[in-house]
């Protein structure tokens, strides 16, 4: 199946401090991809659906300027995490659909100290 | 409104005994369905999906799915559990109208416990 690649799995930051996070489709163009949280033994919710060439698209109660995401190429999504405070320690995965699927990069583990 | 429940937190089962993982949907149109699996730390990994056709669907590592489109319902089955099948499992929906960017609706998620 196709792959997305995600990246860090794992960072630590400092409050206040902006977290980059990368998602690539590598073997597959994705016009769209989808930015996820997921809170300990919860399901994944959507924040925000990523659009290659325009503005992405936030799901309610979500910052978009605490959240931004740029969709550069057909295979590049980033999710940038600004200001970043503990409150926004979490897990984010992205995905990108490919045909009638949905593939999953490996998530990545924000902790804000 | 939309939605996909996966009415057990959590399902434990004996190792070599069959498992069943349960969800429902509450879509209009013809959804397409996904089963998905979650180890500790990582994405989500694809197991199977229901698009169209026979309603017996068999996907990764001996897992099966039936839609009943009646019930609504695409449970998740497995003849034989293993250990190393413990982890969280999603349930998950796509609207397969057009227009549609493949936005997916997920269960709440059922943790398996399968024990030695």
């Known amino acids: 199946g196709a792959v997305v690649s995600q990246h860090p799995s794992r960072v630590i930051c400092k409050s206040g401090t902006s977290v980059k996070i990368e998602c690539r489709s590598l073997?597959?163009?994705?016009?769209?991809m989808f930015w996820y949280r997921q809170f300990p033994k919860q399901s994944l919710m959507l924040m925000a659906t990523s659009n290659e060439g325009s503005k992405a698209t936030y799901e309610q109660g979500v910052e978009k300027d605490k959240f931004l995401i740029n969709h550069a190429s057909l295979t590049l999504s980033t999710l940038t995490v600004t200001s970043a405070h503990p409150e926004d320690s979490s897990f984010y995965i992205c995905?990108?659909?490919?045909?009638?699927?949905?593939?999953f990069g490996q998530g990545t583990r924000l902790t804000v100290v | 409104a939309q939605s996909v429940a996966q009415p057990e937190d959590q399902v434990n089962v004996a190792e070599g005994n069959p498992l069943t993982v349960k969800c429902t949907y509450s879509v209009s149109g013809n959804p397409y369905l996904f089963w998905y699996v979650q180890y500790p730390n990582r994405g989500l990994q694809f197991l199977l999906k229901?698009?169209?056709?026979?309603?017996l669907v068999k996907g990764s590592y001996g897992f099966e799915a039936e839609f009943n489109k009646s019930q609504t319902s695409f449970h998740l089955k497995k003849p034989s559990a293993l250990v190393s099948d413990s982890a969280l499992y999603f349930c998950?929906?796509?609207?397969?109208?057009?227009?549609?960017?493949?936005?997916?609706?997920f269960g709440q998620g059922t943790t398996l416990q399968v024990k030695p």
């Open positions: 229901y698009i169209t056709g026979d309603n």
């Open positions: 995905s990108a659909p490919e045909g009638t699927e949905a593939f």
């Open positions: 073997d597959f163009q994705a016009t769209t």
């Open positions: 998950a929906v796509r609207l397969s109208r057009s227009g549609n960017t493949g936005k997916l609706i």
